[in-house]
C-alpha cells in the first residue's frame, strides 16, 4: 500500500516501523507496516514519503509459495 494523503490529512509520522496518518480531527489511521527498519519520526517530510513509497515497489511483498526444487539428476545411469 503507497502511504498517500487523504482528504482531511495532517501529517506522517512513524513509530516501531509502522506508517501512520495523522487526521485533522486528531485522529491517527494506520498506513502500513514496514518489512525494514526506519526510525521514529514525529513529522514525515514529503522526501521520507517519496523514499517509503519507492522503497515499497523495490522491496515487494514475498511469496508465500514455496520455491519449485530442481529435479534431480542421476549422473551414472
Known sequence: MKVEKTANHSHFFTQDRVVYEMLTNGETRTIRTL???????????????????????????????????????????
Open 35 to 77: 518489512d525494514f527498519y526506519y526510525p521514529n519520526w514525529k513529522v514525515l517530510s514529503d522526501q521520507a514519503v517519496i523514499y517509503l513509497n519507492t522503497n515499497h515497489v523495490h522491496h515487494p511483498e514475498v511469496n508465500p509459495e514455496k520455491p519449485k526444487e530442481p529435479a534431480q539428476i542421476d549422473l551414472f545411469s
